[in-house]
C-alpha cells in the first residue's frame, strides 16, 4: 500500500509494450463497489477470497503488467501462483516514504482511513514486518523510493523467466 505498485506498472507497461491491468480497478468494475465500500459493508476475509480468485482466474493472452494490491501476495498460495505465473516484482520501501505517500494520498485506504501520525507509522511497519517474508520471494526487488523504469525494464527483460 503506498509504495507506488500502480504509478510504476503504468510506466513500466509502456516501456515494455505491455497491457497494464489494476486489480483493484478489475475488482471494482466487476463488482460494481469501490473496495473501501466492500470493506465497510463485508470484511477484509471476504475481499481477500474474491481478490485471490480474480487473480488466479486471469489468463488472458498476451503480456501484461499486473499491479495487486499489497496483500494479494500475503493471502491463501496468491505469491505461489504468481511465480509459477509471471515475474514477480517487489517495490521496497521504507516505513517513512510509505506514511508519507499514504498521507498525501487522494484515494482512501480502507485498512488506514482513521490514522494517523504515529498510528499510521506503526501500522505500516507491523504490516511491513509481517509481510515482507512474502515480498522478499518475489523475483525481482528494487527500491521503490528512486525507481528508475528504465532499470526496471532492463531487469525485467534479462531475468530468466522473462518470455
Known sequence: MGSGKSTVGKKLARTLNFNYIDMDEVFEEKYHISIADFFEKYNEN????????????????????????GGTPCFFDNLEWMKQNGLTVYL?????????????????????????????????????????????????????????????????????LFK
Open 46 to 69: 471476504a475481499f481477500r477470497e474474491i481478490e485471490s480468485q480474480l487473480i488466479k482466474g486471469f489468463n488472458e493472452a498476451g503480456n501484461h503488467i499486473i499491479s495487486t494490491g
Open 92 to 160: 521496497q520501501m521504507s516505513v517513512g516514504a510509505i506514511q508519507q505517500r499514504l498521507q498525501n494520498a487522494k484515494r482512501v485506504r480502507p485498512l488506514i482511513k482513521a490514522m494517523q501520525g504515529e498510528e499510521l507509522s506503526d501500522f505500516i511497519e507491523k504490516q511491513l514486518v509481517e509481510r515482507e517474508t512474502y515480498y522478499n520471494q518475489a523475483h525481482i526487488i528494487i527500491n521503490g523510493q528512486n525507481c528508475n523504469i528504465d532499470t526496471l525494464a532492463q531487469s525485467v527483460r534479462l531475468h530468466p
